[in-house]
């Protein structure tokens, strides 16, 4: 990839197994497959909670894009496309079963490295402080923190996939940021 395909958020290695796709290459499917899956994966399941549903939905949009790949258009980045894609049907999903929208709990996987009893209290608390925080920040806000925080997107890969402009992703990001240090400094005083 040149630069300059870089700077102006276009994505040309995968443009180029897109249009190999499109002429029905299945290699070129299993590699896109394999390079996301896992990463997809992930970002429905901060959405619908559910690791078969995650599952489900992941391989739902790796299907319609196999089966409608003749007629659908992906111009500037392959992996927004397949971030946009997960992330509708992901909403989709919520909207057909009534489920609100909350964030997934981020540091269920940490180690425990805390010896000290008192110490783990004041860590679980900050923990559960850090999880009350993000999840009060307004939904927009709180999606773009964690699209850009916890699946690690570029700010181009973010506008691209909630349909806004890198402004609105920059504006919200320094309001989430903001607003998270204020609740964990009001929190850091208030427990230790």
């Given at each position: 990839?040149?630069?300059?395909?870089?700077?102006?958020?276009?994505?040309?290695?995968?443009?180029?197994?897109?249009?190999?796709?499109?002429?029905?290459?299945?290699?070129?499917?299993?590699?896109?497959?394999?390079?996301?899956?896992?990463?997809?994966?992930?970002?429905?399941?901060?959405?619908?909670?559910?690791?078969?549903?995650?599952?489900?939905?992941?391989?739902?949009?790796?299907?319609?894009?196999?089966?409608n790949r003749e007629n659908c258009l992906i111009t500037s980045s392959l992996k927004s496309y397949l971030y946009a894609a997960t992330?509708?049907?992901?909403?989709?999903?919520?909207?057909?079963?009534?489920?609100?929208?909350?964030?997934?709990?981020?540091?269920?996987?940490?180690?425990?490295?805390?010896?000290?009893?008192?110490?783990?209290?004041?860590?679980?608390?900050?923990?559960?402080?850090?999880?009350?925080?993000?999840?009060?920040?307004?939904?927009?806000?709180?999606?773009?923190?964690?699209?850009?925080?916890?699946?690690?997107?570029?700010?181009?890969?973010?506008?691209?996939?909630?349909?806004?402009?890198?402004?609105?992703?920059?504006?919200?990001?320094?309001?989430?940021?903001?607003?998270?240090?204020?609740?964990?400094?009001?929190?850091?005083?208030?427990?230790?």
């Amino acid at each position: 990839m040149n630069r300059d395909n870089r700077n102006n958020g276009t994505d040309q290695t995968g443009l180029e197994y897109w249009e190999r796709i499109r002429q029905g290459d299945n290699t070129a499917f299993s590699h896109i497959f394999q390079k996301y899956y896992q990463a997809l994966y992930q970002f429905a399941g901060r959405f619908v909670k559910d690791a078969q549903t995650a599952e489900n939905i992941v391989q739902d949009v790796f299907v319609k894009l196999w089966t409608n790949r003749e007629n659908c258009l992906i111009t500037s980045s392959l992996k927004s496309y397949l971030y946009a894609a997960t992330r509708n049907t992901a909403l989709n999903f919520l909207s057909r079963e009534k489920k609100q929208l909350s964030t997934e709990d981020l540091m269920s996987d940490r180690q425990d490295t805390t010896a000290n009893p008192e110490e783990q209290i004041i860590e679980n608390e900050m923990i559960d402080g850090v999880h009350k925080a993000i999840e009060k920040l307004p939904d927009k806000c709180r999606s773009i923190y964690l699209m850009k925080r916890y699946d690690d997107l570029k700010y181009h890969e973010i506008a691209e996939i909630l349909d806004i402009s890198i402004n609105t992703v920059k504006t919200q990001m320094k309001r989430a940021l903001k607003s998270l240090l204020k609740n964990l400094a009001y929190l850091k005083t208030n427990i230790i």
